[in-house]
């Protein structure tokens, strides 16, 4: 019996037969472990690596083991580009449960993937609200609404100017 590149034996009895004498020997397999590193992608906090068994789960993590963005919601660790087959794999989904067995046989980095948050603004004619800018390079997106009402989305933070001066949130 040899080892496998997905599993390793290890041989902790030794058995002593006589000739003619029969036993029945069973093996236990167990799959190899790697280094699972997670690349935040711009967030902080969290753990920063676990332990993979080959074929199984990644253990579940708990909402401190997640890392943070400011402006961004979580939505799990994933491989965009999977050394095997060239797919995205996803591994640990936004609330930190594994989602898939680990099929990786070699030490791997996983990434964070981000979704930003999406707030609404709603600018009433009338109420002194002249214009509303986005605080960071995202983009937002305006149109009419019902009645009088303008609709803006945006993906970070804004603020509005006032005929008065500005407000920030």
Not at 133 to 162: H, I, P, W
Request: charged share 20%; aromatic share 14%.
């Amino acid at each position: 019996v040899t080892s496998g590149a997905d599993l390793s034996i290890e041989f902790s009895n030794t058995i002593v037969m006589k000739t003619g004498e029969y036993q029945t020997i069973y093996a236990q397999w167990s799959g190899k472990q790697y280094t699972v590193t997670f690349d935040k992608n711009g967030g902080t906090g969290g753990i920063d690596s676990v332990t993979a068994t080959m074929g199984q789960q990644l253990p579940a993590m708990s909402s401190s083991d997640l890392p943070t963005k400011p402006g961004y919601d979580f939505k799990g660790y994933q491989v965009y580009t999977h050394p095997k087959d060239g797919y995205v794999h996803k591994y640990i989904t936004y609330n930190g449960s594994p989602s898939s067995y680990w099929d990786i046989d070699q030490d791997y980095t996983v990434e964070a993937v981000w979704s930003p948050k999406e707030y609404k603004v709603t600018a009433t004619a009338g109420t002194g609200v002249k214009s509303i800018y986005l605080a960071s390079s995202m983009s937002a997106t305006s149109g009419k609404s019902s009645g009088s009402k303008f609709n803006y989305e945006y993906d970070v933070y804004c603020y509005a100017v006032l005929d008065r001066g500005y407000t920030r949130p």
